[in-house]
């Protein structure tokens, strides 16, 4: 009897720490995170100005998001800067391969005062991400000085009116030094981004990446 009790406590131990494994499976959607995400979910503030929007020639929208280092990023603090924003969600196979190029990106253009910021908009099973999701996304791609961002759906609109219009996967929206939207490239085009940022920083040729 004694040895059946204590087979049947090494079971109970083997299963305890089976289950624990499974609940801390990155991406397991069936886990309660509730808590987590109310506590790790992005939150935007007030934008820039009543006549903010999406389009060309619009002063950009702000918002205040947590990026993969557990700080708080806000757009308007970086007035002065080029933004590259790239809305990226992380089911996406073309955002992944843009992504690849951002570390690299950010080591050549930092010097000259333009951030590129990556703005998570979906997990991989199209819910809301978490500051967890920008850390692995950060790590899975090596991006340890460029901001990795957990969003909202109130930063996008798709009519551009209150918010950045993202219809295609990824889009980027170039920023310029006054907060005013220069540029959109919808889904993901390497020679137009350096092309746009060439000539927003006066050069004869942008630097490769």
């Known amino acids: 009897m004694n040895r059946m009790r204590i087979n049947i406590f090494l079971l109970c131990v083997v299963l305890a720490f089976l289950f624990e494994a499974c609940a801390t499976t990155p991406y397991d959607s069936s886990q309660d995170q509730t808590q987590e995400i109310i506590e790790t979910v992005a939150t935007p503030v007030p934008v820039l100005s009543y006549n903010c929007g999406g389009n060309l020639g619009d002063e950009a929208c702000d918002f205040e998001f947590l990026d993969q280092h557990k700080n708080s990023w806000r757009l308007s603090d970086h007035h002065g800067s080029i ?19 951002v570390q690299e990106f950010q080591d050549e253009y930092n010097p000259q005062n333009v951030i590129w910021v990556t703005i998570l908009l979906q997990d991989a099973y199209g819910q ?21 961002l957990a969003a909202d759906e109130n930063v996008f609109d798709i009519v551009s ?49």
């Open 161 to 209: 009116d209150e918010g950045y219009g993202i219809s295609v996967l990824p889009t980027v929206v170039i920023i310029d030094r006054n907060m005013i939207n220069a540029h959109i490239i919808e889904g993901w085009n390497k020679a137009l981004l350096l092309d746009h940022l060439d000539r927003m920083l006066g050069k004869s040729k942008a630097i490769e990446f």
């Open 83 to 101: 933004i590259i924003l790239d809305f990226s969600t992380m089911w996406c196979s073309i955002c992944m391969h843009a992504a690849t190029y």
């Open 128 to 148: 809301l991400p978490t500051i967890y999701h920008t850390e692995e996304w950060a790590t899975a791609f090596n991006i340890k000085t460029s901001p990795v």
